[in-house]
C-alpha cells in the first residue's frame, strides 16, 4: 500500500503538469484535442490522489505502523472514527487531505466547463494544476506521507487527544473545503487577467463557488468555536488565536467580496476591487496554512507545525505577485464606467459595508503579525491576544451591522429622503425601544446598549424588507400570507436567502454579546453531598465513578443541578480523561444549554485521596444564539444556493454575450 | 459642499472611535486600572500563558498546565494581600517581560498596534469618498428635483413592457 501511494502521488504530480502545458498549448494553439486531453489529464490526477488517500486511510485503519505517519498519529486502540480523521490530524496527512480536495475541485470545474467558456476555463484549470503541482511538490519530495520507519514499533503513538471529538471530525473538513474551493474563483478571475475577459462572465461562472467557499468557510469557523467550547474548558469559543483568525479573515474577506461583486453584476463597476478581493481571500488561505504550518506565530493549533513556513511563505510571495503584476499590467481594461449618484444608494452601503469587513480582516492580520513585527523591529516578543483584537473589532462590529440594517432598505442609485424616512422609521423605533428597554432593566455598558440597539434595528430592516415583498405579493397575486413569504423566497432565493444570512448574523451577534459581557464563573472544591451555587442553580456533588479502558482512563464526576425551590432540573457528568497512549490528560465538559444561558460545567480537579473534586463552573448567558445563528447562516445559505431557472437563465445569457463580447449586464438580469 | 460635509463626518467617526478606544489606551499605557479588589479573571485575562497554547492565562485551562495553574494560584494570593491589578501585572511584567501581557502597551512602537486598523479604516474610508466624488462628477444623474421612484413615468413603452415581462416571471 505505501508504494502504491508513493507511486499514484508521483503520478498526479506528472499529470498536473502535463495538463498544464496541454492546457496552455491547446488555447493557444486552437488544438482542442489538447484541451480535452488536458481535462482528462485533471481527472486522472484527481483519481491518482485518490488513491493515495485510500492507501493512507487503509494504513491507518489497518495500524500499519510500519509508515512513519501511522505511527505518529494512531494506534490500535484509536477508536475507528478517528483513525479515520487521523487523515487530517497530522502534517502529511493534512496535506494530503488538501490536495485531494483540490483535485476534486479542479475535477468538478473542469467537468462544468467541457463546453463552456471555451477562452478562459483552459487557463483557470492550468492555474488550479498550478497550485496543486505546489501541493503535490511538497507530498512527493518535502513532507512524505509514504515515508516508512526502519524498526516498526508495536504500537502508535496515537491521535492529539484534543483531536479525538467529534467536531474535529467535521471541523478541518469544513474549514479545508472552504480554504480549497477558494481556488476555483481566484483560478477563473486570475483566468480572466490573463485572458484580457474582463467582463462579468468569471464571476457568474464562479458565483456559487464563492458561496460555497464561504459556506463551508462559516461552518469551519463555527466547528471550530463549537470544538474550542466543548473542548478546551474554559467556558469560551473564540480566543483570537492566530490559526482562528487565519481561518477569520479569508471569510470576512470573501464576505466582502460576495457583496461587492453584486455592485460589477448590476453595474459593471468595481473590476479591479472585486478581482483584488478574490486574490486577498485565496491568498489568505495559503496564508492561514503558513500560519499552521510555520510555528511562526505560538498557537494552540499546534498539531501541524512543522518546518514547511518557508515553502508556503515563498509559495505566497509568488502568487501575490503574480497577481499583483496581472492586475497592474490589465489596469486599463479594467476601468469600469461610472455610474454614481449618491451616498444614499445601495452601492455606497456595500461600499463602506467592504470598508468594515475588510477594515476588521486587516485589524486581525495587523495583529497577528505584529508580534513577529515588533521581535523583528524592537527584538522584544510580546503577545497580541483577545483584549486587543475585542477592543479593536468592537467598534468596527458595530458599523458593520449598522450597514447591514441600512443595506436591505436602500435603493440602488439613489434614495429620497421620503423614502428612508417610510423605510427606516420602524427599525430605528426598534432599534432604540430596545436599547431603552435593556437600560431600563439595568444593562448600562454602552457597548451593549448600542450593540443590542444596532441588532434590533438591522432585524427591524429585514422584516420590513420581508414584510414588503410579502405585501407586494398579496397585491399583486392575491395570496395568502404564508404562502405569499414561501413564493418570495422561492422566487428570489438569492435575495431572501442572503436576508436569512443576514439574521442570522445578528442572532449569533447577539449571542456573542451577551456571552462575552454577562458570563459569571466559580469555581469551588466539594466533597461528595456538599453544594454550592452559581446564579439561581444549586450543585450538588453526587460522587465520582472511574472507569478504565484500553484506550484511556476517566474519572466522571455525577453533579446534580437544582433550582432555587429546591426542584432538579438535570444530572451533570464532567470527567476528566486520561490518553495511556499519548501520557495526556483532557477534560470532557458537560454543558446544559437553553436559550437563556449554558450552564457549562468543568472538572477541574480531583485530590490525591480521590474524595474532593474542584469544579469550575461557568454560567454563560444567550450563547446558544451563537449557534442558533450559524445554523440560520447555514439555512440561508441553502436558500441562496437552491437551483434557480432564472439565475441559469441569466448565466447563460452572460456567457453567451461574454462569447459576443458585449457587456453581459446588458444582457442579463443581475439578480440582487 | 456635500462632499466637505461628508468627508468631515468621516473625521469625526474615526475621532469617535479614537475616543471609544482611548479608556483602553489609557488602562493599557498608564495601568491606572480601577482601585478596587481585582478578581482574578480580570487579572488573569490580562497575562498570556506561557505554556506555549497561545491562550490567557484565565483561558488556559490544561489541567496540569505548568504556568497558568500556579499564576491563578499565585493571583489569588496577591489580591487576598490587597494587591491592585496594575500591581500584580506589573509583579509579571518584571518577571516575564512583555511577551506575559495579552495586550501590547500603548507606548512607543507598541501604539502602532492600536492605531494602524483605525488609519487603515480612515485611509480606506477616504479612498472610497475621492472614488465616490470622481464617479459622481463623471456619472450621468436624474435631473434635481426628480424622482427616481416616478421616473417610471418616463420609461418609453418597450421599457414598460419589459418590466412589465420581469414582474410576472418574479412574482
Not at chain 1, 473590476?271 to 491568498?283: C, D, E, Q, T, V
Not at chain 1, 420602524?426 to 431600563?440: D, K, N, Q, W
Not at chain 1, 440597539?453 to 404564508?482: C, D, K, Q, W, Y
Amino acid at each position: 500500500m505505501p508504494e502504491l501511494g508513493k507511486l499514484a502521488l508521483a503520478i498526479a504530480l506528472i499529470l498536473a503538469v502535463y495538463s498544464i502545458v496541454a492546457n496552455i498549448y491547446g488555447v493557444r494553439r486552437d488544438a482542442p484535442d489538447f484541451v480535452v486531453s488536458a481535462r482528462h489529464a485533471l481527472w486522472s490526477m484527481c483519481a491518482m490522489v485518490t488513491i493515495a488517500v485510500g492507501a493512507l486511510w487503509t494504513g491507518l485503519l489497518r495500524s500499519d505502523f510500519s509508515l512513519e505517519y501511522v505511527a505518529a498519529y494512531s494506534s490500535t486502540t484509536l477508536p475507528t472514527i478517528y483513525k479515520i480523521t487521523s487523515l487530517w490530524g497530522g502534517q502529511q496527512g493534512s496535506l494530503l487531505f488538501w490536495t485531494w480536495l483540490l483535485s476534486i475541485f479542479t475535477s468538478i470545474a473542469a467537468f462544468q466547463n467541457r463546453r463552456r467558456n471555451p477562452e478562459i476555463a483552459p487557463y483557470a484549470l492550468a492555474v488550479m494544476a498550478a497550485v496543486a503541482i505546489f501541493f503535490l511538490g511538497m507530498l512527493n519530495f518535502v513532507t512524505r506521507p509514504f515515508d516508512l520507519l526502519a524498526t516498526i514499533p508495536a504500537e502508535g503513538s496515537d491521535l492529539n487527544p484534543l483531536l479525538q471529538n467529534y467536531w474535529m471530525a467535521i471541523h478541518p473538513p469544513s474549514l479545508y473545503t472552504g480554504y480549497v474551493s477558494a481556488t476555483v474563483p481566484f483560478a477563473f478571475g486570475a483566468a480572466a487577467l490573463i485572458t484580457g475577459k474582463l467582463d462579468d462572465a468569471w464571476i457568474r461562472t464562479t458565483r456559487r463557488w464563492a458561496i460555497f467557499s464561504w459556506f463551508f468557510l462559516t461552518l469551519g469557523n463555527m466547528f471550530g468555536a463549537r470544538w474550542a467550547y466543548e473542548v478546551l474548558g474554559w467556558g469560551g469559543y473564540w480566543a483570537w488565536d492566530p490559526v482562528e483568525n487565519a481561518a477569520f479573515m479569508p471569510w470576512l474577506v470573501m464576505t466582502a467580496y460576495l457583496h461587492s461583486v453584486m455592485i460589477q453584476e448590476r453595474k459593471d463597476m468595481l473590476k479591479i476591487w472585486n478581482l483584488s478581493l478574490i486574490g486577498l481571500a485565496f491568498g489568505l488561505t495559503l496564508f492561514g496554512t503558513f500560519i499552521t504550518r510555520s510555528g511562526v506565530i505560538s498557537s494552540v493549533h499546534s498539531f501541524t507545525q512543522s518546518g514547511l513556513g518557508p515553502y508556503f511563505l515563498t509559495f505566497l510571495i509568488i502568487v501575490t505577485l503574480a497577481y499583483s503584476a496581472l492586475l497592474i499590467f490589465r489596469s486599463n481594461q479594467l476601468r469600469s464606467p461610472a455610474d454614481f449618484e449618491s451616498y444614499l444608494s445601495r452601492e455606497a452601503a456595500f461600499l463602506f459595508n467592504n470598508l468594515f469587513l475588510v477594515g476588521i480582516a486587516f485589524a486581525v492580520f495587523w495583529g497577528t503579525i505584529f508580534p513577529v513585527l515588533s521581535e523583528a523591529v524592537r527584538g522584544v516578543k510580546i503577545t497580541v491576544g483577545p483584549p486587543f483584537f475585542n477592543r479593536v473589532n468592537g467598534p468596527l462590529a458595530l458599523g458593520l451591522v449598522f450597514l447591514m440594517g441600512v443595506g436591505p432598505l436602500i435603493a440602488w442609485r439613489r434614495t429620497t429622503a421620503d423614502n428612508l424616512l417610510r423605510s427606516f422609521a420602524a427599525p430605528v423605533i426598534l432599534g432604540v425601544s430596545t436599547g431603552v428597554v435593556a437600560a431600563a432593566l439595568g444593562l448600562r455598558e454602552w457597548y451593549v446598549l448600542t450593540a443590542l440597539s444596532l441588532a434590533a434595528f438591522a432585524m427591524g430592516t429585514i422584516i420590513v424588507e420581508f414584510r414588503r415583498g410579502m405585501n407586494a405579493r398579496r397585491h399583486l397575486v392575491s395570496e395568502p400570507r404564508v404562502r405569499a413569504l414561501v413564493n418570495l423566497v422561492a422566487k428570489n432565493n438569492r435575495r431572501y436567502g442572503g436576508y436569512v444570512i443576514h439574521v442570522g448574523v445578528v442572532v449569533a451577534f447577539v449571542g456573542i454579546i451577551g456571552s462575552s459581557f454577562f458570563r459569571t464563573d466559580v469555581k469551588k472544591s466539594v466533597h461528595p453531598g456538599q453544594s454550592f451555587t452559581i446564579g439561581s442553580f444549586t450543585l450538588r456533588f453526587l460522587g465520582l465513578s472511574q472507569i478504565e479502558t484500553p484506550h484511556l482512563e476517566s474519572a466522571t464526576a455525577r453533579v446534580e443541578v437544582l433550582r432555587a425551590d429546591g426542584r432538579e432540573v438535570t444530572v451533570m457528568e464532567p470527567a476528566k480523561l486520561f490518553y495511556k497512549r499519548a501520557q495526556q490528560p483532557a477534560t470532557k465538559v458537560a454543558i446544559r444549554s437553553t436559550p437563556i444561558a449554558d450552564l457549562y460545567l468543568v472538572l477541574a480537579g480531583i485530590d490525591d485521596t480521590g474524595e474532593t473534586a474542584t469544579f469550575e463552573v461557568f454560567l454563560t448567558p444567550l450563547v446558544f444564539w451563537l449557534w442558533a445563528g450559524g445554523l440560520l447562516m447555514v439555512l440561508g445559505t441553502v436558500i441562496v444556493m437552491w437551483p434557480n431557472v432564472r439565475e441559469r437563465a441569466a448565466i447563460a445569457a452572460a456567457l453567451s454575450a461574454s462569447r459576443a463580447g458585449a457587456p453581459a449586464g446588458e444582457t442579463a438580469p443581475g439578480g440582487e | 459642499m456635500r462632499r466637505r460635509i461628508l468627508v468631515r463626518l468621516l473625521i469625526l467617526v474615526v475621532a469617535a472611535l479614537f475616543v471609544f478606544l482611548s479608556p483602553e489606551l489609557k488602562n493599557v499605557s498608564r495601568e491606572t486600572f480601577a482601585a478596587e479588589t481585582p478578581t482574578n479573571a480580570q487579572v488573569s485575562q490580562s497575562l498570556t500563558c506561557q505554556c506555549g497554547c497561545g491562550l490567557t492565562v484565565a483561558n488556559c485551562n490544561m489541567p496540569t498546565c505548568g504556568f497558568s495553574v500556579p499564576v491563578r494560584a499565585e493571583i489569588d494570593q496577591m489580591i487576598g494581600k490587597g494587591m491592585s491589578r496594575a500591581r500584580i501585572i506589573a509583579f509579571y511584567r518584571h518577571k516575564y517581560g512583555e511577551k506575559v501581557l495579552s495586550a501590547p502597551t500603548a507606548e512607543g512602537f507598541n501604539l502602532l498596534a492600536w492605531t494602524m486598523p483605525f488609519i487603515a479604516l480612515f485611509v480606506g474610508g477616504g479612498l472610497i469618498v475621492l472614488a465616490f466624488g470622481r464617479w459622481r462628477s463623471a456619472s450621468p444623474s436624474l435631473p434635481s428635483g426628480a424622482n427616481p421612484e416616478g421616473a417610471a413615468d418616463s420609461f418609453d413603452p418597450e421599457l414598460k413592457r419589459r418590466l412589465k415581462r420581469e414582474l410576472e416571471e418574479r412574482m
